[in-house]
């Protein structure tokens, strides 16, 4: 399947990161141009050094009116990829305000304030795109020890297919991508208790946890043209964890 993002500028949220970076060198390979926002400085001039045609943008996601003002000269944006996400694991009462804030700043606030700049000048200026949000499947099913993160995948879930509601008449397509658990440095910190982790692999049905380029192909394919009918679905890419 051919894949062309030529002449197309594609924005990614947390592309320093393991999937977020990797979804960066895809785009790049299929001739985009990408925009790589995180809030990693360090991490960002490392992607830099390795792949030196991105353009690096570090941000506060947590800070609406920060990161919206970053976004705006980088505009006309033509994709985009909502990436960025945090997790912090605990039992609900051991759950701290400033957990539950945090969570819902990176994995819902930063969505929303980027998603409205790029959209509101999609809109104005009459263009269509394509937004691939980065939910888990935490939105879809309870996971021990992650209220919080479940609820925040939950709001990503819902403005999903809200937003393609509002945004499909004009031309701009919106998906999200589920994964189950992805041995990044997140994943790692997330399932690192062995328990936990065994409880959560038994559910899967194709015995294995997600490698990074699983979900990739899927963000890859979502934002194309060969999604074209593909809209407000979010996409489990979960070997079968959702089945049961």
């Known amino acids: ?13 947390g592309a320093a990161g393991g999937i977020g970076s990797a979804i960066t060198e895809r785009v790049i390979k299929h ?3 990408v925009v790589a926002v995180d809030t990693s400085k360090e991490h960002l001039e490392h992607l830099k050094r390795r792949i030196s045609s991105v353009e690096i943008v570090h941000a506060d996601l947590t800070d609406w009116d920060a990161v919206q003002k970053s976004i705006r000269p980088l505009l006309p944006i033509d994709m985009l990829v909502n990436c960025a996400g945090y997790v912090d694991v605990q039992p609900l009462g051991d759950v701290t305000q400033e957990a539950f804030q945090k969570t819902f700043d990176v994995n819902v606030k930063g969505m929303f304030a980027i998603t409205q700049v790029i959209v509101d000048d999609l809109l104005k200026t009459n263009r269509t795109g394509s937004i691939v949000n980065i939910s888990s499947q935490a939105a ?24 393609a509601l ?14 189950t658990v992805v ?13 936990r982790r065994e409880a959560i692999f038994e559910k899967i049905p194709l015995r294995r946890f997600a490698e990074v380029e699983d979900v990739v192909n899927a963000v890859i394919f979502l934002l194309s043209d060969k999604a074209a009918m593909i809209h407000g679905h979010c996409l489990p890419v979960d070997g079968g964890f959702l089945s049961a």
């Not at 993002?5 to 949220?13: D, E, M, Q, R, S």
């Open 183 to 195: 041995m990044t440095a997140m994943g790692r910190k997330a399932w690192d208790d062995p328990v």
């Open 140 to 163: 879809q099913a309870g996971l021990l020890y992650h209220t919080v993160y479940c609820a925040s995948k939950g709001a990503v879930d819902a403005f999903t297919r809200a937003l």
């Open 166 to 179: 509002e945004l499909g008449p004009k031309g701009i397509r919106v998906n999200a991508v589920n994964p």
């Open 31 to 33: 001739g985009g141009n």
């Open 1 to 13: 399947m051919e894949i062309n993002f030529k002449n197309k500028k594609v924005l990614i949220t």
